[in-house]
């Protein structure tokens, strides 16, 4: 049973417009939240975090937000660029209750010029 | 610092053989992880060492074994190989437990 679901596995954007990466888990004890980028052919990257005692967190053009009742969190990209265009993973943990993180299947992110 | 690094980058292998995935890191990080990623599947956790000393299974484990030689590396093996083992491999690690993870560039494995 999938515990962190990303039921897009791909999404189109315009270049300049908000791209919006969603995100829904099971586990109710999850408490870090995480997204991640990965380029074809290389390692995934980390790219922002947000823990469950906040409902967003911002670093420059990204933007997550939770929604801890609905157990759902996104990623906003705001404005999208061509080097936006990747896979990105959303991920979960129980925090320092676990030493795992739990990976979605990802959704790869197409900037159209 | 190089963070993670991964070796080989590449490797084929035939049905039966046995081979061992190198990955080190120099960010002196306590936990240390081994995925595949599969078409489709996202990223499944094989083997973790929380700490040096210590390793468990992920989600994926069977065919495969780990060691933690030390704190900067984490190795793992194939024991015999399969068509099924066919995959990309990435190594990570973190600074504790359930922290942010940082990843090598991957091994692309194919199994004949």
Redesign the interface.
Known sequence: DQQVK?NS?SLSVQEGRISILNCDYTNSMFD?F?W?KKYP??????LI?ISSIKDKNEDGRFTVFLNKSAKHLSLHIVPSQPGDSAVY?CAA?????????I????TRLHILP | NAG?TQNPKFQVLKTGQSMTLQCAQDMNHN?MYW?RQDP??????IY?S?SEGTT?K?EVPNGYNVSRLNKREFSLRLESAAPSQTSVY?C?SSE???D???????TRLTVL
């Open positions: 990303q596995p870090y995480l991640y052919a290389e390692g995934p990257t980390f975090s993973f943990s129980e925090g320092n209750r676990d030493d795992k993180i990976f979605g299947k990802g | 993670v936990s995925y489709g599947m996202g990223l499944r956790l973790y929380a468990d992920g990435f990570a504790d437990r359930g942010e993870q940082f990843f090598g560039p991957g």
